[in-house]
């Protein structure tokens, strides 16, 4: 039998299937507590419509492999930030073509009614002529862009 870890780290997230959800960031820990494994993850945010899929798939990946208690705890806090994507994880979104996140903010965020954005590249041709089309894309957290050098339309993952 493979190892529990090794196991939830394949599992793909359900909105970004190029990401695991280990390089995404959201799998924070694979526990055994006797016969049990725990897995913990930290949805992108508190209302991520993808969690139960998440904790679905893990279930259902680990108890393929041999692991008949399985058990997925939802940690908050600390609340995910887009820090947590691994390298690998940004390489893949821009294989994909999905712009991937800078850093997160740090400090203070003001309230404002125009979010700060950095300075996107488009995905394709790297021009930095590009502008938002979507605050929202086909996840609540990517939007959408458009660059004005090729026309490609591209999704950006929001930095969190």
Do not use: N
Request: net charge negative; proline share 8%; charged share 25%.
């Amino acid at each position: 039998m493979r190892a529990a870890a090794e196991v939830a780290a394949e599992v793909v997230d359900p909105e970004l299937p190029m990401l695991t959800l280990a390089d995404l960031g959201v799998l924070r820990s694979v526990e055994t507590e006797g016969d049990a494994v725990v897995v913990t993850i930290t949805p992108t945010y508190s209302g991520c419509p993808a969690t139960a899929a998440m904790r679905d798939d893990l279930v259902h990946r680990l108890r393929r492999e041999g692991y008949d208690d399985v058990r997925v705890a939802i940690a908050l806090h600390p609340a995910w930030t887009t820090d947590w994507i691994t390298e690998g994880g940004r390489r893949a979104l821009a294989a994909a073509g999905i712009s991937p996140p800078g850093p997160a903010r740090t400090g203070p965020v003001p309230l404002t009614v125009t979010p700060v954005r950095r300075q996107l590249t488009c995905t394709r041709c790297a021009s930095s002529d590009v502008e938002l089309t979507s605050e929202f894309g086909p996840t609540a957290c990517t939007a959408l862009y458009r660059c004005r050098s090729c026309g490609e339309p591209f999704e950006h993952v929001k930095e969190i």
